[in-house]
Nanobody, 123 residues
């Protein structure tokens, strides 16, 4: 069965950058759309970015446009989220999720989820 594992989270100061990775195992990610979601304490899970199976279509939440970039390397069975100019409001657990195309930012549309990686932005 498909399994997803996120990595790359950590502690960073405002204005800093991180790159998150979502690596799949047990099955190929080649034919699946992938989304990144985040959940802060006391908040609902929100969509951050998503990418189509072939990488030709991407979407971003308004709050991260111009700062975050999603990409994928199907040869490595991995999807990335590059995060620049991080702010305290970006602090959350970040999850990746996969499902059939087309990609979207609705959490309930995805069936396969990783366990999440913590991103904390502070000074």
């Amino acid at each position: 069965q498909l399994q997803l594992v996120e990595s790359g989270g950590g502690l960073v100061q405002p204005g800093g950058s991180l790159r998150l990775s979502c690596e799949a195992s047990g099955s190929s990610l080649d034919y699946l759309a992938v989304g990144w979601f985040r959940q802060a304490p006391g908040k609902e899970r929100e969509g951050v970015s998503c990418i189509s199976s072939a990488g030709g279509s991407t979407k971003y939440a308004d709050s991260v446009k111009g700062r975050f970039t999603i990409s994928r390397d199907n040869a490595k069975n991995t999807v990335y989220l590059k995060m620049n100019n991080l702010q305290p409001d970006d602090t959350a657990v970040y999850f990746c999720a996969a499902d059939l195309d087309p990609p979207n930012l609705i959490a309930t549309a995805y069936d396969y989820w990783g366990q999440g990686t913590q991103v904390t932005v502070f000074s």
